[in-house]
T-cell receptor, first 111, second 116 residues
């Protein structure tokens, strides 16, 4: 059974710092991996999707990498801002099923 | 207008009542999903549908049923609500058409359900 783990569960950083969020999964047979952002009490916003054949994807200050063989993905946030404060969720898609989520990393960026 | 809408956004009900949560999408996607989110447990899949005639159980389908009335509509029912079904419920859609297909999932705003 696929399991997705996100470390750390919570992270506090000062504004301007670069940071890395980690995601690991137990079964490397994935179709893709998706990173989401969730604000308190709100829905999920898709940030980046990496196909199983890809190594990384970039969007603005965000860069996500995927190492399928080792079962790891990282989300790199450059020059963090207070508006980046949210919970970040990693989810893997195994072909023919739906997403399996990690429990998230709650990020707090102080000004 | 939002591409994935959920109604109601908030609902308080009593134990034993039957309730329905509705999801509609204007994205034209073929796949639809229902998840629930609980503090400390993350998001878990309840049911998913890959087209109107295809319904599949997810990890935690007991106590729930679904109906895919049309490609754009997917409803979730709690036949007899119980307090441990109190949670935040999300509907999502994805699209497997096109080449290459990414199957990116797009989420609705959620329904906060409280069962007393």
């Amino acid at each position: 059974k696929q399991e997705v783990t996100q470390i750390p569960a919570a992270l506090s950083v000062p504004e301007g710092e670069n940071l890395v969020l980690n995601c690991s999964f137990t079964d490397s047979a994935i179709y893709n991996l998706q990173w989401f952002r969730q604000d308190p009490g709100k829905g999920l916003t898709s940030l980046l999707l990496i196909q199983s054949s890809q190594r990384e994807q970039t969007s603005g200050r965000l860069n996500a990498s995927l190492d399928k063989s080792s079962g790891r993905s990282t989300l790199y946030i450059a020059a963090s801002q207070p508006g980046d404060s949210a919970t970040y969720l990693c989810a893997v898609n195994q072909a023919g099923t739906a997403l399996i989520f990690g429990k998230g990393t709650t990020l707090s960026v102080s000004s | 207008d939002a591409d994935v809408t959920q109604t109601p956004r908030n609902r308080i009900t009593k134990t034993g009542k039957r309730i329905m949560l509705e999801c509609s999408q204007t994205k034209g996607h073929d796949r639809m999903y229902w998840y629930r989110q609980d503090p400390g447990l993350g998001l878990r899949l309840i049911y998913y549908s890959f087209d109107v005639k295809d319904i599949n159980k997810g990890e935690i389908s007991d106590g729930y049923s679904v109906s895919r009335q049309a490609q754009a509509k997917f409803s979730l029912s709690l036949e007899s609500a119980i307090p441990n079904q109190t949670a935040l419920y999300f509907c999502a859609t994805s699209d497997t058409s096109g080449f290459p297909s990414t199957d990116t999932q797009y989420f609705g705003p959620g329904t906060r359900l409280t069962v007393l």
